[in-house]
């Protein structure tokens, strides 16, 4: 769930994909499929197989732009959020709706 810096790419249903994450709950790939379409990207999303049914349903999720690098666009400051602000790397973890313009802040900064 965290933005690493390597631009990874590979296949979803035969189309080729920039990779944002993998093995995600269903939950995190609802957040990540509404933020990426808001800002005009294609998404494609595949389930990834279990071992057993027992197990939680994790999917993969990528877009369909081949030059997009989440951890760029997080911190190049080019995605918004449903309200026209910026996306911050807390506001695209999950950790906080807050997003301040300094990225850089600590939660005990702000």
């Known amino acids: 769930m965290s933005l690493g810096g390597k631009h ?11 990779f944002v994450e993998k093995k995600v709950t269903q939950e995190r790939v609802e957040f990540l499929k509404k933020l990426l379409e808001h800002n005009g990207f294609e998404v494609l999303i595949q389930e990834e197989k279990r071992a057993s049914e027992e197990e939680p349903q994790l999917y993969t999720l990528g877009v369909t732009d081949m030059v997009f690098n989440p951890t760029i666009w997080v911190y190049q400051r080019k995605l918004k959020t449903f309200d026209g602000h910026m996306v911050t790397p807390d506001y695209w973890e999950q950790r906080s709706e807050n997003t301040p313009p300094q ?3 600590t939660p005990k900064d702000n």
């Not at 990874?8 to 920039?18: A, C, H, N, P, Y």
Request: glycine share 8%; charged share 30%.
């Open 8 to 18: 990874l790419f590979g296949s979803i249903d035969e189309t080729r994909v920039t």
């Open 103 to 105: 990225y850089w802040k």
